[in-house]
């Protein structure tokens, strides 16, 4: 066989594979379709190991990015508006609190929820069965990024502690809870401290809820004289009146 053959037979060889490809994928999608898979092309990706993750998946809602708050609160556009989400059923460290201050781990949560939702090419939030919203009107929620849960990330780094579990709204409580087996088993982050932070910041040790302690301002412009950056909805100093999109940042 001289060469002009050979060529002209590795090209009949490499059609010849294409067309097999091609016929394989569009039987894979008729079955399928015939098998009544609501969504074939997502299937036949994850076939063939190309699961596109853009790809939004049921039950969860898209979102973007508005603001970062801290580790457990994110602001997302969401709805045709800005609101602000608190990540269920976790606890971060605090960055900024009245009483306690910075606590060990805060500010690396803060960061790694930022790293996690920057470098997502698609984020999604989840809502429970139980009260989408809290007492200060953010939605409660499951955050994904690129199709993984952040709550359940930040557990199993040991930046952030299962936390404040009020049914119905526990739908991964336990997956949360083996997430927090293992941060503590390997003594990773908050994990790694003689005594890990105390995440009831509302509660002093008598009890007594914290908001009970006001600190009163008249306006915006006194408050901002003693805190410029604004407070957030667990300062002593917040008042809904000066939070003007309820977002639980109050003069920001």
């Known amino acids: 066989m001289n060469k002009t053959e050979k060529r002209a037979a590795k090209g009949h060889l490499r059609y ?26 997502r299937e036949l990706n994850g076939i063939f190991g190309a699961e596109d993750r853009s790809l939004p998946t049921e039950g969860r809602i898209p979102v973007t990015v ?47 929820t930022k790293e996690i939702l920057e470098a997502a090419s698609l984020i999604e939030v989840e809502f429970d069965v139980g009260p989408e919203q809290d007492h200060y009107d953010r939605y409660l929620a499951y955050i994904y990024a690129d199709g993984e849960m952040v709550n359940e990330t930040l557990v199993r780094e040991g930046l952030a502690q299962v936390k404040y579990i009020n049914p119905p709204n526990t739908k991964y409580l336990e997956q949360l809870e083996a997430a927090e087996v293992e941060a503590e088993a390997a003594a990773i982050g908050i994990w790694s401290l003689d005594h890990p932070y105390d995440s009831d910041v509302y509660q002093e040790e008598s009890g007594n809820d914290i908001r009970d ?21 667990d300062h002593a100093a917040y008042q809904l009146k000066m939070d003007g999109n309820k977002d639980g940042h109050a003069c920001e």
Request: net charge negative; charged share 20%.
């Open 16 to 41: 010849a594979g294409i067309a097999l490809v091609t016929a394989l994928a569009a039987f894979a999608i008729a079955f399928l379709v015939v098998d009544g898979d609501e969504d074939p092309v």
């Open 66 to 112: 508005s603001s970062f708050i801290d580790g457990d609160t994110t602001r997302f556009n969401f709805n045709g508006e800005e609101a602000s989400f608190r990540y269920l059923l976790i606890d971060t460290p605090e960055t900024n609190h009245p009483r306690v201050g910075a606590q060990p781990f805060g500010k690396e949560a803060s960061a790694r």
């Open 213 to 233: 302690q006001q600190e009163n301002f008249a306006n915006c412009t006194e408050l901002r004289q003693v805190y410029p950056e604004g407070v957030y909805a």
